[in-house]
């Protein structure tokens, strides 16, 4: 179990300080030309690069919507839900810990949002509560459910990681002007205690929402392999 609960940790580091880094360090530089799409290709490579360095150990979840999504899907079990997900939020917080050092090394740096999500003023696009729900919902729904097809028997072996990180980058391009993509609460809390009082304030979002909709992705796929078992 210490081995799953490390690289689980340095899983979520590595997603976090690669895609909020790419938000931070990089595209607050505009001559750089990185932009919404380099965020979001940060992400889906943190992601991809992690799953296939360590996702035989632990299964690569870094997320614990993800990991409560596997277990309502049946995939892991209860005992390592709880410690799954301390050591994904710990690793989100050391990650940011670590940008808001590096960060600081240039002078008149000002945290601002930090890569922190938010809806409403605290949107990239102004985008309200009900938008940022919603979108919130459907992405983490189908990024489970993707992952849950791409690792169920008969998936295409050793492409899953491809396929998930594929996926991660797809929902950044969607969604950053929306919420700034969460579907990953520990990647939400980390940034969110260095932004400020109001990013804090609406962490509760990118907890509930996300983890019913990777909840009712992992059903939807069950259910998709329960009925392709009773047709054969």
Not at 54 to 80: C, E, M, Y
Not at 102 to 122: R, T, V
Not at 127 to 135: S, V
């Amino acid at each position: 179990m210490r081995k799953r609960l490390l690289v689980e940790y340095l899983g979520t580091f590595w997603l976090t300080f690669g895609g909020c880094g790419a938000a931070i360090l990089s595209a607050a530089f505009p001559e750089l030309g990185i932009g919404f799409a380099g965020v979001a290709l940060a992400f889906g490579l943190s992601v991809l690069t992690m799953a296939y360095a360590v996702g035989s150990i632990s299964g690569g979840h870094f997320n614990p919507a993800i990991t409560i999504g596997l277990w309502v899907g049946q995939r892991v079990d209860s005992k390592v839900v709880l410690p799954y997900i301390a050591a994904q939020v710990l690793g989100a917080i050391a990650a940011a810990t670590a940008l808001y050092l590096i960060a600081h090394g240039k002078p008149g740096f000002e945290a601002g949002g930090f890569a922190a999500n938010g809806y409403g003023d605290l949107s990239p696009g102004n985008f309200g509560l009900a938008a940022a729900m919603m979108i919130e919902l459907i992405t983490t729904f189908f990024f489970v459910f993707i992952i849950m097809r791409v690792t169920a028997p008969g998936a295409a072996a050793g492409f899953a990681p491809l396929a998930i990180g594929l996926t991660l980058t797809l929902i950044h391009l969607i969604s950053i002007p929306v919420t700034n993509t969460s579907v990953n609460p520990a990647r939400s809390t980390g940034p969110a205690l260095f932004a400020g009082v109001a990013y804090i304030e609406q962490l509760w979002m990118f907890w509930l929402v996300p983890i019913v909709g990777g909840m009712l992705g992992a059903w939807a796929a069950a259910r998709l392999e329960r009925n392709n078992a009773l047709e054969e």
